[in-house]
């Protein structure tokens, strides 16, 4: 496995639990507001990480 390869899975990887992340805390945010705040938190986090691993 090269390592372009191994990139690209963890970037789409990470796409995707970003994407359910930020789903899941828009879903949440009328109903339970703490639980909104550490998603979305994680979701910036998240994206951090994918705006590092950016060719």
């Known amino acids: 496995m090269n390592s372009q390869y191994k990139h690209q899975r ?3 990887y990470m796409e995707r639990k970003h994407k359910k992340l930020v789903e899941e805390a828009y879903n949440l945010k009328y ?3 703490e639980q909104s ?3 979305t ?3 910036l986090q998240l994206d951090s990480k994918l ?3 950016q060719f």
């Open 41 to 43: 938190f994680e979701a």
């Open 37 to 39: 705040d550490v998603l």
């Open 51 to 53: 705006k590092f691993l």
């Open 10 to 12: 963890i970037k789409t």
């Open 31 to 33: 109903t339970d507001h």
